[in-house]
């Protein structure tokens, strides 16, 4: 098979010809520098940005080649979910993406918010047009990204309403009727997104043309900015709330320390009943075996029996104490847990929706602003823009390095939340584990989260659970208790509490219900 011969087009980029214009009319008007400090540094962003799309769009198609190749080379016999590869193929294209649009939002943009701003000052028309090209390549960027997260999260929300559907009632049915209103609202606002970036496009284009419309493109695209900023912002909001409701929740429950207190002290007095019990016995032993006469065999014999019986009562009554004990310190760790889950979600949202504000003030002001010269010549607008680039690309950096780190400590130290009594992967080495904390575009899948789900479904399991079936009737009880308070109650399942807790006592549905709590844990 021949290897097919890729085009390679020689149409002039609009910044290629702005650029070769800008030369032109310096060399007209005498200029003594043919590139300015601030030319260089808007091209160098427009042929960054265009490359390192370039390199996203053929990762992505390697990637789809290369899983076309395995799914041809299995011999199941099952026929190809072509809907699931096309959406997987764009789910790592837009995660390719996403690094650089993280880079545009946080940097780029704003910086091209600056250089306008000191171009209208300055009446440079040569910086002017430079800049409204890097922010059409800003903006195309943008728009690529957010496009393909919206067709991503619209493929996802329709394939989790029939996993809905297909489930019915249990985790399985909430798990996916969550996911489906998340990524269907994704979808929604990704929507808007990509119409406030064209709008930005556009109004970039007629700032290279020079159109006369340019004051209605400008005005267009801030209202657009503002709305969008708008969403986003109460969408934020909505979070927050929910998120402070779940932690509210789960902090009603109590410190287990104290709510247990009671029936640890009762297990307590159990053991040492159990222990003198114990003692009596070899009293009782050490007693008959002094004594002499008939019978003396008998006695001792029975003595024995009493005595380890005894031994036997009180040891159970020390291993249940022990237990208890132990799951005490359980239940009060996932909830800590849970509860700082919550808050640091609380977090997150509240800067990022105030970043979102923040933009949507800033549209506000170019909108305002448009009839004049925009936000081009207007510090306020783009002081907004950029301080809300900075809230937005905070969240963002800070996302990027906990999940990079949560990647590294999953291969490096795979013992740390490997599941209890299962043998743990080999460590990789640090060189290997860095390098696939780099690969941004894969979930963990064996990390804290995972491993407090574990421990919530150990304790709020049945006894026909492996690992459940000395929990106490106490423990279990606040343990659903916990469940209902991350919203994986019955009426959330769907179910009657009876049918509710005869799925935590089905071990065929434990990998559904640890999948359910690792989800409640993360979500608002």
Not at 374 to 387: K, T
Request: aromatic content about 4%.
């Amino acid at each position: 098979m021949s290897t097919p011969i890729h085009r390679t087009s020689t149409r002039p980029s609009a910044a290629v010809l702005t650029s070769a214009r800008q030369r032109r009319e310096g060399s007209r008007t005498g200029s003594t520098s043919a590139r300015s400090t601030e030319h260089a540094l808007l091209e160098m962003q427009s042929r960054a940005g265009n490359r390192a799309v370039t390199a996203a769009v053929q990762r992505a198609r390697g990637a789809g080649r290369g899983s076309t190749a395995e799914n041809g080379d299995a011999s199941s016999g099952e026929k190809k979910n072509y809907r699931d590869r096309i959406a997987g193929l764009l789910d790592r294209f837009k995660k390719n993406l996403e690094p650089i649009d993280t880079f545009i939002k946080g940097f780029q943009t704003p910086t091209n918010a600056a250089f306008t701003q000191q171009a209208a000052v300055t009446a440079n028309e040569g910086l002017k047009h430079s800049a409204a090209a890097s922010g059409t390549s800003a903006a195309s960027g943008n728009l690529l990204t957010e496009a393909a997260g919206t067709v991503v999260s619209g493929m996802d929300a329709y394939k989790s309403m029939k996993d809905a559907k297909k489930h019915e009632t249990g985790a399985g049915h909430h798990t996916a009727n969550k996911r489906a209103k998340s990524k269907g609202t994704d979808a929604v606002v990704g929507a808007a997104s990509s119409g406030s970036y064209s709008a930005a496009l556009a109004k970039e284009v007629t700032k290279i043309q020079k159109a006369a419309d340019a004051a209605v493109a400008s005005e267009a695209s801030g209202i657009a900015s503002a709305s969008v900023g708008a969403i986003k912002g109460m969408r934020s909001v909505i979070r927050v709330g929910g998120a402070a409701r779940k932690y509210k929740q789960v902090k009603n429950l109590g410190d287990p320390h104290l709510v247990h207190a009671g029936s640890l002290a009762r297990l307590n007095e159990s053991r040492e009943q159990a222990s003198w019990s114990a003692a009596e016995a070899y009293v009782a032993l050490d007693a008959y075996w002094k004594h002499e006469g008939q019978g003396r065999l008998e006695l001792v014999s029975e003595a024995i029996d009493a005595a380890w019986e005894a031994m036997g009562e009180a040891r159970d009554a020390a291993e249940s104490l022990q237990r208890a004990e132990k799951d005490v310190e359980k239940l009060s760790m996932v909830q800590a847990y849970a509860k700082k889950k919550q808050l640091t979600k609380m977090g997150k949202e509240t800067v990022s929706g105030g970043g979102e504000s923040t933009k949507a003030a800033a549209g506000v002001v170019t909108a305002v602003a448009a009839g004049t010269a925009g936000l081009a010549s207007n510090p306020v607008g783009w002081g907004l823009a950029g301080a809300g680039a900075g809230l937005v690309l905070g969240v963002t950096m800070y996302k990027a390095l906990r999940a990079a780190t949560k990647r590294y400590e999953e291969v490096h130290h795979p013992e740390r939340w490997a599941p209890e009594g299962e043998t743990p992967a080999e460590a990789a080495s640090r060189k290997e584990s860095l390098k696939h904390a780099l690969k941004f575009w894969k979930k963990v899948s064996r990390g804290e989260r995972q491993a407090m789900a574990r421990e919530i479904y150990a304790l709020a399991a049945g006894p026909d659970i492996s690992g459940s079936g000395k929990t106490t009737a106490e423990m279990r009880e606040s343990a659903r208790a916990l469940l209902i308070a991350l919203k994986s109650g019955p009426a959330k399942h769907k179910l009657e509490p009876q049918a509710w807790t005869e799925t935590l006592n089905d071990p065929a549905k434990s990998a559904g219900w640890i999948k359910e709590i690792a989800e409640q844990l993360a979500s608002g």
